[in-house]
């Protein structure tokens, strides 16, 4: 198990509900950590493809969704996570969602998605799944 530590670098972007954190773990690895709230419907879905658009994705970036304070997501939801998912990946940048609530985790196995996106429990099971030595040698 590889211990991932954070650098100093650290700072915070605000667009609507739904807050951005770039945290660098190290000089190869950058986490850009989406935190949105409440609902993922289509005014919460614009707003974290807003969010998601102002970040352009880099091959040594981990994009993480914490979905641990989204209760509710429709069908228009899914629309900024799979263009996120897109986008990451023709850049060479991993995208992972953790926290995933009951209701959330519903859509996401109706649509067949969770077969998709790499799922994780928690934040700390990216780093502890031992799929960690490959975030240390993305880049």
């Known amino acids: 198990m590889v211990n991932v530590f954070f650098s100093v670098f650290r700072f915070f972007v605000k667009c609507s509900n739904y807050p951005v954190k770039f945290m660098t773990l190290t000089q190869e690895l950058q986490v850009i950590l989406f935190t949105p ?8 879905g614009m707003a974290l493809s807003e969010q998601m658009a102002g970040v352009v994705p880099q091959p040594h970036q981990l994009w993480v969704i914490d979905l641990a304070e989204v209760n509710f997501m429709d069908s228009s939801g899914l629309v900024p996570l799979v263009k996120g998912l897109k ?12 926290n995933v609530q009951t209701p959330v985790r519903l859509i996401l196995e109706l649509t ?25 040698l993305a880049g």
């Open 87 to 98: 986008a990451a990946r023709q850049r060479g940048c991993r995208l992972v969602l953790c």
């Open 37 to 44: 709230q409440a609902s993922i419907d289509l005014e919460g």
């Open 112 to 136: 067949q998605l969770d077969s998709v996106f790499e799922i994780f429990e928690t934040y700390e099971d990216i780093f502890n799944s031992g799929k960690d030595k490959t975030l240390v």
